[in-house]
């Protein structure tokens, strides 16, 4: 029983484009959606979040987006660096509930 | 500020032996967390802490017992290693859940033959 997935393994971007990464979620229960990153032989690190209450939040070059409609939330990259080149995961969670989405590898092209 | 350290970052254990994995964070953040990766299955929370002396299942909490005797260590307990057990654990920490991000330690990484 999958409640977080992200259906791209993989991504591969040139520098400078932009990146989006998809998350589709089943618990409507939700209530906030992090997105973390992370690099090998490292544990993940925070990137940005968004409350269930909005659809949008901007933290410089990172946007979030969220359709809550469609229990689907975005990660746009704009512009893309190689140094962006990692494992994304979003992870929401509720009262008690913790998850983390499967992953998608970034690969940013020079 | 170390943040969060894991040890040990390295086991292997036969089937059947058993080990304890120490978390240990200086944030003094209320919340403790558990996680192993697996290839293809993100991080999947084992258990969780919401304070001293409290303890919680996550998603996959069967073979493992954890405790939390003092607020900045968290416990993982493995009583009888299974090769399935074989995976990445991850402890992680944070101030309060919904939009606080958690902080993670480097990992330890775990064999089971």
């Known amino acids: 029983d999958q409640q977080v997935k992200q259906n791209s393994p993989s991504l591969s971007v040139q520098e400078g484009r932009i990146s989006i990464l998809n998350c589709d979620y089943t618990?409507?229960?939700?209530?906030?959606f992090l997105w973390y990153k992370k690099y090998p032989a490292e544990g993940p690190t925070f990137l940005i979040s968004?409350?269930?209450?909005?659809d949008k939040n901007e933290d410089g070059r990172f946007t979030v987006f969220l359709n809550k409609s469609a229990k689907h939330l975005s990660l746009h990259i704009v512009p893309s660096q190689p140094g962006d080149s990692a494992v994304y995961f979003c992870?929401?969670?509720?009262?008690?509930?913790?998850?983390f989405g499967t992953g998608t590898s970034l690969t940013v092209i020079p | 500020n170390a943040g969060v350290t894991q040890t040990p970052k390295f086991r292997v254990l036969k089937t059947g032996q058993s080990m304890t994995l120490l978390c240990a964070q200086d944030?003094?953040?209320?919340?403790m967390y558990w996680y192993r990766q697996d290839p293809g299955m993100g991080l999947r929370l084992i258990h969780y802490?919401?304070?001293?002396?409290?303890?919680a299942k996550g998603e996959v909490p069967d073979g493992y017992n954890v405790s939390r005797l003092k607020k900045q260590n968290f416990l993982l307990g493995l009583e009888s290693a299974a090769p399935s057990q074989t995976s990445v654990y991850f402890c992680?920490?944070?101030?309060?859940?919904?939009?606080?991000?958690?902080?993670f330690g480097p990992g330890t990484r775990l064999t089971v033959t």
């Open positions: 992680a920490s944070s101030y309060n859940r919904g939009a606080y991000e958690q902080y």
């Open positions: 618990n409507s229960m939700f209530d906030y």
């Open positions: 968004i409350s269930s209450i909005k």
């Open positions: 992870a929401p969670n509720t009262g008690n509930q913790f998850y």
């Open positions: 944030m003094n953040h209320e919340y």
């Open positions: 802490s919401v304070g001293e002396g409290t303890t």
